[in-house]
């Protein structure tokens, strides 16, 4: 009996190597269960809907983050500026814990949830909804706020490296 092409091993690469060629904005999801906070550095962000107002984020089941998040909690997603490599570097692991709010400067709204206070947007969301793939889950945060700051100036993931985006109108007149 051969192997499912759709599971197979060289599929699977081939496809985390298509995706290393995906440039993607860089966020750092945060959120609130009592007193304790979380955060996690996340290219897999996007918008679901502008009626009702909504995104989804994916989320590993075996990070930190996700328990708080399968419990309903509502969390920001703070889209970082060029500036903020470290704030990544240190939401992608090199921090643990509470350590990652040392990063940066934080604030909660006035439901608690954590906010990065100079992040190029901070979108709040209530959560609205949940599913389950693979070995992520896809969570719907329906927004409740929207604070934007500085100028657009979004920090990159692409080939496993952080980088910056030129405007197109400096490429063009190259």
Request: contains cysteine.
């Given at each position: 009996m051969s192997a499912n092409p759709e599971t197979s091993p060289t599929l699977r690469d081939d496809m985390?190597?298509?995706?290393?060629r995906m440039a993607r904005s860089v966020a750092v999801v945060s959120c609130r269960d009592g007193e304790r906070r979380y955060s996690m550095s996340v290219t897999?962000?996007?918008?679901?809907?502008?009626?009702?107002?909504?995104?989804?984020?994916?989320?590993?089941?075996?990070s930190s983050i996700y328990p708080p998040l399968d419990?309903?909690?509502?969390?920001c997603i703070n889209l970082l500026a060029a500036d903020h490599q470290d704030i990544a570097v240190d939401c992608s692991g090199r921090l643990k814990g509470e350590?990652?709010?040392?990063?940066?400067?934080?604030?909660?709204?006035?439901?608690?949830v954590p906010c990065l206070r100079n992040a190029q947007a901070n979108l709040v969301c209530r959560q609205d909804g949940r599913f389950?793939?693979?070995t992520h889950a896809v969570f719907i945060g329906r927004l409740r706020e929207v604070r934007l700051a500085g100028e657009v100036s979004p920090l990159?993931?692409?080939?496993?490296?952080?980088?910056?985006?030129?405007?197109?109108?400096?490429?063009?007149?190259?």
């Open positions: 985390l190597k298509a995706m290393r897999a962000v996007d918008s679901l809907s502008a009626d009702p107002p909504s995104l989804l984020i994916c989320i590993n089941r075996n419990a309903g909690t509502d969390f350590e990652r709010f040392t990063s940066g400067e934080w604030e909660d709204d006035l439901l608690g389950d793939y693979g990159v993931y692409v080939d496993g490296a952080y980088t910056t985006s030129a405007p197109l109108r400096a490429l063009c007149s190259a």
